[in-house]
């Protein structure tokens, strides 16, 4: 064969795999592709948690409160040792006080969480002069700080207090708040604190913490000796930051008497240790609400609405044949936290393993875990992932031919 039949025949070969290629990708009909959150359910969760409520919250009325944690104090009265002040354009207010005094109104149990969760612990409210004021005790799991041993569980050791503040008034407001604690761990009336990640070995008294040096959480200490420093209470004052509800701007460390004198609590040091924690003025408008957010307990608290979160995404394409990703990101993910991937008839998983373990977060605070599938025919599916928190989230994935 001459070289330009030769070349004749390759050009026509090209041509006819080009045709074939071409006519093998029309042969995959368009598709129309529908994707709707399917149901969130809530189950038991996986991971290791100690179920035995470890800290008892007591009442003295209105919002005043004391808590014991492993049956021993962390503040002076189990019953009432803790309590808010909050200043509304300047005016300081003690809340639960006064009118629409709620003193003698016992408080109710919390609701469940969302997907139905059972919760622990009680919920009050108060009204008074255009304020509405809900206060919310919380029994949730403390983190395991560092590596899990094997075997350890999560305990519920922990009390996470919010208060939600709604604006009934015609005008904005600035609002301020105060929470005050007279601390006293086990038998110590004199318990000191310490910032191990802000102030790594010193032993805190009469400090003020804010900016850079106000950590995720405070230790109070029975003995102020690291080598013995008998039972450590936690106090946890940020939250993630994808936390809805607001940490403190500042914390005092203080003595009992110091308080009394004034909005601003002098750090002064302690003999009767106590403690002043502040959010910052911020305006609200009619109708607005802000939600504050402290925890105080044998560890660093959990977040219950936000702990292990997963939001689900999906991209690529749906086409039979083709591959498709399922990413879900994870918010403040859980130590041993896991997700498992279902997948319906018509889908195939090619890449991730059916059960991943959730990395450690980014500095967002965010983890994420992938999968790519391929869809092996049209039809309508739900695609299912399971968490080991005991929540489970789906997709409705509807893959039908497109319309002429």
């Known amino acids: 064969m001459s070289r330009i039949r030769w070349t004749a025949a390759l050009s026509l070969l090209g041509s006819l795999c080009?045709?074939?290629?071409?006519?093998?990708?029309?042969?995959?009909?368009?598709?129309?592709?529908?994707?709707?959150?399917?149901?969130?359910?809530?189950?038991?969760?996986?991971?290791?948690?100690?179920?035995?409520?470890?800290?008892?919250?007591?009442?003295?009325?209105?919002?005043?409160f004391g808590l014991s944690c492993e049956g021993k104090r962390i503040c002076c009265s189990p019953q009432g040792s803790i309590w808010s002040t909050m200043r509304v354009d300047g005016q300081e207010i003690q809340p639960g006080g006064g009118p629409g005094d709620v003193a003698n109104?016992?408080?109710?149990?919390?609701?469940?969480?969302?997907?139905?969760?059972?919760?622990?612990?009680?919920?009050?409210?108060?009204?008074?002069?255009?304020?509405?004021?809900?206060?919310?005790?919380?029994?949730?799991?403390?983190?395991?700080?560092?590596?899990?041993?094997?075997?350890?569980?999560?305990?519920?050791?922990?009390?996470?207090?919010?208060?939600?503040?709604?604006?009934?008034?015609?005008?904005?407001i600035s609002l301020e708040w105060r929470v005050g604690i007279d601390i006293m761990v086990n038998n110590n009336d004199g318990a000191l604190f310490a910032s191990p990640t802000t102030e790594p070995g010193k032993i805190l008294n009469g400090v003020e913490l804010k900016g850079d040096k106000l950590p995720e959480y405070i230790q109070v200490l029975e003995r102020p000796n690291f080598q013995d420093p008998g039972f450590v209470a936690h106090m946890t004052v940020k939250h993630g930051k994808t936390s809805k509800a607001e940490g403190p701007s500042r914390v005092i460390l203080t003595n009992l008497g110091a308080f009394g004198g004034g909005w601003d609590i002098p750090a002064v040091q302690a003999g009767d240790a106590a403690c002043a924690i502040y959010w910052a003025p911020k305006t609200i408008r009619p109708g607005e609400k802000r939600e504050l957010v402290w925890a105080y307990g044998g560890g660093v608290a959990s977040n219950p609405e936000n702990e292990g979160r997963v939001t689900v995404a999906l991209g690529g394409s749906f086409e039979?044949?083709?591959?498709?990703?399922?990413?879900?990101?994870?918010?403040?993910?859980?130590?041993?936290?896991?997700?498992?991937?279902?997948l319906p008839p018509g889908f195939t998983r090619i890449e991730g393993r059916e059960i991943q373990p959730v990395p450690p977060p980014s500095n967002t605070g965010t983890s994420m875990v992938l999968w790519k599938a391929r869809v092996e025919r049209m039809g309508d599916y739900e695609l299912k992932i399971r968490s080991s928190t005991g929540v489970t989230q789906s997709k409705n994935i509807s893959i039908q031919p497109a319309a002429n």
Do not use: C
Not at 320 to 329: E, N, R, W
């Open 18 to 64: 080009l045709l074939s290629m071409a006519a093998s990708q029309d042969s995959v009909a368009p598709v129309k592709v529908v994707i709707a959150d399917g149901k969130t359910v809530a189950q038991e969760p996986t991971l290791p948690l100690d179920p035995t409520p470890r800290i008892t919250p007591g009442y003295a009325g209105g919002l005043y």
């Open 105 to 172: 109104q016992p408080p109710q149990q919390l609701p469940p969480g969302p997907f139905g969760k059972k919760r622990l612990g009680s919920i009050i409210t108060w009204t008074a002069s255009g304020i509405h004021v809900t206060q919310t005790i919380e029994l949730v799991p403390s983190k395991i700080l560092g590596k899990a041993e094997p075997g350890q569980k999560r305990k519920l050791d922990t009390a996470r207090i919010t208060y939600l503040v709604e604006n009934k008034h015609a005008k904005p």
């Open 320 to 342: 039979p044949g083709k591959l498709f990703t399922i990413s879900a990101f994870v918010d403040d993910p859980v130590p041993g936290q896991s997700l498992e991937l279902e």
